[in-house]
């Protein structure tokens, strides 16, 4: 498994203003990924971040929203930018590792009010 | 259509009871099927996966995928106060080369009452 911690683990933030979220784990890993929870939705992928690459943002999702950092194997932030009530959500980042299949583990999310 | 639909909820049962979850599916593309827990304000936390069809058991859980109907099951016997949780289905086909991309559903948020 992994050990991932995100910080903040909560914030609550005005409209208009950008929020970053970071990622840490506990040992390289190459892909990592970024998802939104909405309540009463499934969780959606915003965008998969590689080490030394640009990030890939899924459908809906664009970068001068949620600009993304991958500076090194263990580490990514997620910017969400100017914000609007509607970007009130959970953000979780995982990783994924090959035991056996691709296994993505979660870390706690970071819980987001927009006012 | 969603690709993969679960039952919202929410589910409560009796301690001792057995749970079944529940998530169908429409992309034949699928080929591995998770279940994650996820207790309330933390990250969902990988229970099991199965491959393709057939049965796979872990202690008090089994996870069911039958693809030919596209449906998959997680029974929970002996439930405990403790299982208390959401829980997701997710699912993904299968690339060989990591960046799996997973599907999840709503999830089915289950109480079980001592």
């Known amino acids: 498994s992994a050990v991932i911690s995100q910080k903040p683990s909560r914030d609550i933030c005005q409209r208009g203003t950008s929020l970053t979220i970071q990622c840490q784990v506990d040992?390289?890993?190459?892909?990592m990924f970024w998802y939104r929870q909405q309540p009463g939705q499934s969780l959606t992928l915003i965008a998969t971040?590689?080490?030394?690459?640009?990030?890939?943002?899924e459908s809906g999702f664009v970068i001068d929203k949620f600009p993304i950092s991958r500076p090194n194997l263990t580490f990514s932030t997620l910017t969400v930018s100017n914000m609007s009530p509607e970007d009130s959500s959970i953000y979780l980042c995982?990783?994924?590792?090959?035991?056996?299949?691709?296994?993505?583990?979660f870390g706690p999310g970071t819980r987001l009010t927009v006012t | 259509q969603k690709e993969v639909e679960q039952d919202p909820g929410p589910l409560s049962v009796p301690e001792g009871a057995i749970v079944s979850l529940n998530c169908t599916y429409s992309?034949?593309?699928?080929?591995?099927f998770m279940w994650y827990r996820q207790y309330s304000r933390k990250g969902p936390e990988l229970l099991m996966y199965?491959?393709?069809?057939g049965n796979k058991e872990d202690g008090r859980f089994t996870a069911q995928v039958d693809k030919s109907s596209k449906y998959i099951s997680l029974f929970i016997r002996d439930s405990q106060p403790s299982d208390s949780a959401t829980y997701l289905c997710?699912?993904?086909?299968?690339?060989?080369?990591?960046?799996?991309?997973?599907?999840f559903g709503t999830g089915t948020r289950l109480t079980i009452i001592p």
């Open positions: 995982s990783v994924e590792r090959q035991e056996g299949y691709y296994e993505q583990y």
């Open positions: 040992s390289q890993v190459t892909m």
């Open positions: 971040a590689n080490q030394g690459s640009e990030a890939t943002y």
């Open positions: 992309n034949s593309a699928f080929q591995y």
């Open positions: 199965t491959y393709s069809s």
């Open positions: 997710a699912m993904s086909g299968y690339s060989g080369f990591g960046n799996e991309k997973l599907t």
